[in-house]
């Protein structure tokens, strides 16, 4: 079991909007504002296109944004394109202990 | 840019070893924490390792401790993580990855490499 509790799955049409979240607790998503959210292409390494809760690195499209409110960060992708078929993960620092937090993963189905 | 590049993976046996070796360019390498992540296949990620900048800390999951050991050499700007007593269950691609932060090594990381498949099979 995650650290990060993400959906499984989610789907959605071309053109329409999506949304996956990320739980998390107070010493983690909750208490700082280190999230980042990678996008992991079929036999791919992971790629950020998130970071710090709601920064987007240059080149990333302007389609994905991403917030948090308490301790549930989330990721929406506009204007959903079938090159959005992909693996999402959240991440997260974590003040327990030295490591990185992850979600378990949801798999993002363009129908 | 920033270029991370794994090599080392294979097929061992269970209770073998292995030493993965990860390259990195295109930033000050000695400035940056180094993380290890692994996914075995059809999972998720997982964190594995970490080493400080100047190799002073370094913390494992607990699923590896006493096993794994990272290491690096910022004259060559190269992080190792040597694997012992490999399990079955340590079957999965590893990647590195660099920190964000200068100087700091606990944060989500913002360049991964292409990772290399480590297999554990009798």
């Known amino acids: 079991q995650s650290a990060l509790t993400q959906p499984a799955s989610v789907s959605g049409s071309p053109g329409q909007s999506i949304t996956i979240s990320c739980t998390g607790s107070n010493s983690d998503i909750g208490g700082y504002r280190y999230v980042s959210w990678y996008q992991q292409l079929p036999g791919k390494a992971p790629k950020v296109i998130i970071y710090?809760?709601?920064h987007r690195p240059s080149g990333v499209s302007d389609r994905f944004s991403a917030s948090k409110s308490g301790n549930t960060a989330s990721l929406t992708i506009s204007g959903l394109q079938t090159e959005d078929e992909a693996d999402y993960y959240c991440?997260?620092?974590?003040?327990?202990?030295?490591?990185?937090?992850f979600g378990g993963g949801t798999k993002l189905t363009v129908l | 840019q920033v270029q991370l590049v794994e090599s080392g993976g294979g097929v061992v046996q269970p209770g073998g070893s292995l030493r993965l070796s990860c390259a990195a360019s295109g930033f000050t390498f000695s400035n940056h924490g180094m993380h290890w992540v692994r996914q075995a296949p059809g999972k998720g990620l997982e964190w594995v390792a970490v080493?400080?900048?100047?190799?002073?800390?370094?913390y494992y999951v607990d699923s590896v401790k006493g096993r794994f050991t990272i290491s690096r050499d910022n004259s060559k700007n190269t992080v190792y993580l040597q694997m012992d007593s490999l399990r079955v269950e340590d079957t999965a691609v590893y990647y590195c990855?660099?920190?964000?932060?200068?100087?700091?090594?606990?944060?989500?990381?913002?360049?991964w490499g292409p990772g290399t498949l480590v297999t554990v099979s009798p």
């Open positions: 710090e809760v709601t």
């Open positions: 990855a660099k920190d964000p932060r200068i100087k700091a090594a606990r944060f989500p990381p913002d360049y």
């Open positions: 991440s997260s620092y974590t003040s327990l202990n030295i490591s990185v937090l």
């Open positions: 080493i400080w900048h100047d190799g002073s800390d370094k």
